[in-house]
């Protein structure tokens, strides 16, 4: 019964607002005023925290663990969303993990289209690496999603240490939109329209192919990522986008497992704290990241210091100062 009804309030109060018949600037309020009402676990605090130039959240629940951590890229299409709004995933990642979770509010299209994201989430990856954490994990939902899995290839290719593993929510990782399901599951999606989607792809790519493999990271070379575990409803336009992410992993031999919720929508991991699989999805995860977290610490794996400094190239290093709690 209630699944029923928070897909049934999805159906009506989001997937409307989020076609282009309303505005980047509508929506962004729209969707914020939502997302910051959700609550997030009990004893959940955080911080801004600059990281190299990009303003972030820092949030914890309880101790964290020292010399680990969660870097999360919320959702939104790459136009809208921003860490407030995500608390309710990142508090309980937070709490599951043990580990501080860095939520970057990275620049969104259309004002900033690819590569500005991107460039955001790897210069937050950069500096937690300079704070001397040797033990990082990557996550993100539908967009940030997809910017998670571009931000390890892209890692991977310009030779950098790589994350200890991957979590993608609900990823979209095909703007160009060539899923069977982006076709099949349009009357059955509560959330989630091609329109919508096609509109914010166009921002985010800026005349760039929209198969690109930065911006569309399903067609990259996925040689030599992670472990990658993903969490997607069955009602999805986008789950063909995570059944031929597994297949393409697999075939390039990469640590790939697929969960999909039955009746489930896109980003029900939203309404963790009211649905149970939202609970359990979130806990699964964040269990899954801990442990790839530990198993790294505990073997010793680090990378050598001529490495991590690459040489091919000097990082400005950002003094880490001290965060400010907010509300």
Same mark, same amino acid.
Request: charged share 25%.
């Given at each position: 019964m209630l699944k029923t009804i928070l897909s049934g309030v999805v159906r009506v109060g989001i997937k409307p607002v989020l076609r282009p018949s309303f505005p980047v600037s509508f929506q962004r309020r729209w969707v914020n005023g939502l997302t910051s009402m959700l609550p997030a676990p009990r004893r959940t605090r955080a911080s801004v925290q600059p990281?190299?130039?990009?303003t972030a959240e820092r949030v914890t629940v309880g101790k964290p663990?020292?010399?680990?951590?969660?870097?999360y890229l919320h959702g939104g299409g790459y136009c809208i969303g921003s860490p407030r709004g995500y608390r309710v995933i990142t508090g309980?990642?937070? %709490?599951?993990?043990?580990?501080?979770?860095?939520?970057?509010?990275?620049?969104?299209?259309p004002e900033h289209p690819h590569p500005a994201a991107l460039d955001d989430a790897i210069c937050a990856y950069r500096w937690l690496r300079q704070q001397g954490l040797r033990h990082i994990a990557i996550a993100g939902d539908s967009a940030g999603a997809g910017l998670t899995l571009a931000t390890a290839i892209a890692l991977r290719d310009a030779g950098e240490p790589m994350p200890v593993a991957l979590a993608l929510i609900s990823p979209w990782l095909d703007l160009a939109g060539q899923g069977e399901t982006f076709k099949t599951h349009v009357q059955r999606d509560p959330s989630q329209s091609p329109n919508a989607l096609a509109?914010?792809?166009?921002?985010?790519?800026?005349? $760039?192919?929209?198969?690109?493999?930065?911006?569309?990271? $399903?067609?990259?070379?996925l040689t030599g990522l992670p472990p990658?575990?993903?969490?997607?409803?069955?009602?999805?336009? $986008?789950?063909?986008?995570?059944? %031929? $992410? %597994?297949? &393409?992993?697999?075939?390039?031999?990469v640590d790939i497992q697929l969960r999909e919720f039955e009746g489930l929508?896109?980003?029900?991991?939203?309404?963790?704290?009211?649905?149970?699989?939202?609970?359990?999805?979130?806990?699964?995860?964040?269990?899954?990241?801990?442990?790839?977290?530990?198993?790294?610490?505990f073997s010793g794996a680090s990378d050598?210091?001529?490495?991590?400094?690459?040489?091919?190239?000097?990082?400005?290093?950002?003094? &880490?100062?001290?965060a400010r709690e907010l509300p």
């Open positions: 990281m190299n130039g990009v663990a020292d010399a680990l951590a969660i870097l309980r990642f937070a %709490r599951s993990a043990g580990v501080a979770v860095f939520t970057p509010d990275y620049r969104l299209a509109r914010w792809a166009q921002a985010y790519a800026n005349g $760039l192919p929209l198969d690109h493999p930065l911006c569309s990271p $399903l067609y990259a070379d990658i575990r993903i969490h997607v409803g069955s009602e999805e336009i $986008l789950l063909s986008d995570s059944l %031929r $992410l %597994r297949e &393409r992993a697999i075939a390039a031999g929508w896109h980003d029900f991991q939203l309404h963790a704290g009211m649905l149970k699989d939202a609970d359990v999805s979130l806990a699964e995860l964040g269990g899954f990241l801990r442990s790839r977290l530990d198993s790294q610490a050598s210091d001529a490495q991590a400094e690459r040489s091919r190239e000097e990082i400005a290093i950002e003094p &880490r100062g001290h």
